[in-house]
């Protein structure tokens, strides 16, 4: 602890510029004000009325509470958003790289050192949150629900901004995009639920007991259940930094990083849908395949391989055939999905068996959505391979899965054919969560059929540059006649 943050240069650096007494004071003035204004404006409003202490203590706690938000969720994310955008437009990010400190104090550097003085700020806020809480009745344990929400929640999001701003490469800088994605996908329900439900707890105080969430065959409360899960996901955000920080220009996530983070993701939200599918609702089940397959595709995003890491693992040493075939099937990002969504699978399993829906049926949807996914994926994994060849030929794999998902809908509606909308990913989806529309084992085996034959030039394509890929290797290291290089491109 002491090398993280007491003795980290950074957190000193930080110390130095943010706290010195030339400027230091004028926020502290600023604060002061709000904090006796606060304090005016409730004694003025309560004086003439016959308000219990509690509930005028209950409203300053609530005040405060406020601030408390702003600070923690508001102004250390901004600080954590620009920490790096100022290291580079200050000129010293040259600097920063080549300090002699681990990726976790230089995480910890930047995530403390930035924020000095809205935590120090916060801290303060905290005295009176506690004090006022107290006075107005609020439990010890409600109240350290809400400082365990607050904390946890600005440490997930801290450093989840903080992860999205490292783009101290290309490769990093043409998938902020789909970094951006995941943001969206993973953190918005999280930050939405954390605000809601702290609201919630703190406007009807009394019966914030009522406020928990059915978590497997236990009630936790919502507090408690939010803070913990925007703790453990920070601490996946946290590891993400230091991956950045150690080893640049690589994906988000690594092989057995992506599959862990995936099985952590579906172990929580299985304890979020399992009571409820018991009852049969309707839409729980479609709810839970679409929860839980969004990170499975979408991992595969951040993780994505390139060309030239192929090259890099297959080891021009070990050049027998058998073993640059293991090492490319060890390396394909083909792999790493096809073992994301076996995870996806199992789990999906044991929602249908506690739903008790018949297997069969359930046979058939995950074979249809996998059958969409893998046309997906083998795009995907065309465009990581053939990119080096042709530098815009992301362009034409964006255009044609975007005609794979809407021109069967196009179809459905020009055409009498009515069917054709679930030959698309969004139509198939549709029907899960309307079962009376649900088509006939005819169209059922079309579907199938279809996406199996869309498959077919996409992967001889890619066994191809997979093949090139060996025999240049083997080129390389002189096992193989010079010909065959024209082969290999």
């Known amino acids: 602890m002491n090398r993280l943050i007491l003795s980290n240069p950074l957190v000193r650096r930080y110390y130095r510029s943010l706290l010195r007494p030339s400027s230091f004071w004028i926020y502290i003035t600023i604060y002061v004000s709000v904090v006796i204004l606060l304090l005016f404006v409730n004694t003025i409003s309560t004086g003439s009325l016959s308000v219990p202490y509690y509930a005028f203590a209950r409203g300053l706690f609530v005040q405060f509470l406020v601030i408390e938000v702003v600070l923690l969720w508001v102004w250390t994310t901004y600080n954590s958003a620009t920490v790096l955008k100022g290291e580079i437009l200050n000129r010293t990010y040259d600097f920063f790289r080549l300090l002699p400190l681990s990726a976790l104090q230089k995480t910890c550097g930047l995530l403390i050192g930035r924020n000095l003085l809205a935590l120090l700020l916060a801290g303060v806020s905290l005295v009176p949150i506690i004090g006022f809480g107290l006075l107005g009745r609020?439990?010890?344990?409600?109240?350290?629900?809400?400082?365990?929400?607050?904390?946890?929640?600005?440490?997930?999001?801290?450093?989840?901004?903080l992860l999205l701003s490292n783009t101290t490469s290309r490769a990093q800088t043409k998938t902020s995009s789909t970094v951006w994605l995941l943001l969206v996908v993973f953190s918005a329900p999280f930050a939405l639920a954390a605000l809601f439900s702290l609201v919630g707890a703190v406007s009807e105080m009394p019966e914030a007991r009522r406020y928990s969430i059915a978590f497997y065959a236990i009630r936790a409360p919502t507090l408690l259940l939010i803070g913990l899960i925007a703790l453990y996901f920070a601490v996946w955000n946290i590891l993400g930094l230091v991956r950045k920080f150690t080893v640049e220009?690589?994906?988000?996530?690594?092989?057995?990083?992506a599959l862990l983070y995936l099985l952590g993701y579906e172990i929580i939200a299985l304890g979020l849908f399992l009571p409820h599918l018991p009852d049969h609702q309707d839409k729980a089940y479609p709810m839970w395949l679409l929860v839980s397959l969004i990170p499975a595709v979408l991992i595969p995003l951040g993780s994505i391989r390139t060309f030239d890491?192929?090259?890099?693992?297959?080891?021009?040493?070990?050049?027998?055939?058998?073993t640059l075939r293991w090492a490319m099937l060890r390396c394909s990002n083909l792999t790493l999905a096809t073992g994301l969504l076996v995870l996806w699978v199992a789990f999906s399993v044991i929602a249908v068996m506690v739903n008790g829906m018949s297997l069969m049926?359930?046979?058939?949807?995950?074979?249809?959505?996998?059958?969409?996914?893998?046309?997906?994926?083998?795009?995907?994994?065309?465009y990581v391979v053939y990119q080096p060849r042709f530098n815009q030929i992301g362009t034409l794999l964006c255009f044609l899965?975007?005609?794979?998902?809407?021109?069967?809908?196009?179809?459905?509606?020009?055409?009498?054919?009515a069917s054709l909308r679930f030959f698309s990913f969004l139509g198939f989806f549709v029907y899960l969560f309307d079962p009376s529309q649900s088509p006939g084992v005819a169209v059922k085996a079309s579907i199938l059929g279809v996406n199996a034959l869309l498959c077919v030039i996409p992967a001889l394509l890619i066994g191809h540059r997979y093949a090139g890929i060996r025999l240049l290797r083997q080129t390389m290291a002189g096992t193989q006649h010079p010909q065959s290089i024209q082969r290999a491109g």
């Open 361 to 382: 049926e359930f046979a058939y949807h995950a074979a249809g959505i996998l059958s969409f996914c893998l046309v997906l994926l083998l795009l995907l994994e065309l």
């Open 138 to 161: 609020v439990s010890v344990a409600t109240e350290g629900q809400i400082v365990l929400l607050l904390l946890s929640v600005a440490l997930f999001a801290n450093s989840l901004v």
């Open 401 to 417: 899965a975007l005609m794979y998902s809407i021109v069967p809908l196009i179809l459905a509606v020009a055409t009498p054919v």
């Open 249 to 257: 220009g690589e994906p988000l996530f690594g092989r057995m990083s």
């Open 309 to 322: 890491s192929y090259l890099e693992r297959c080891n021009p040493f070990r050049c027998q055939d058998r």
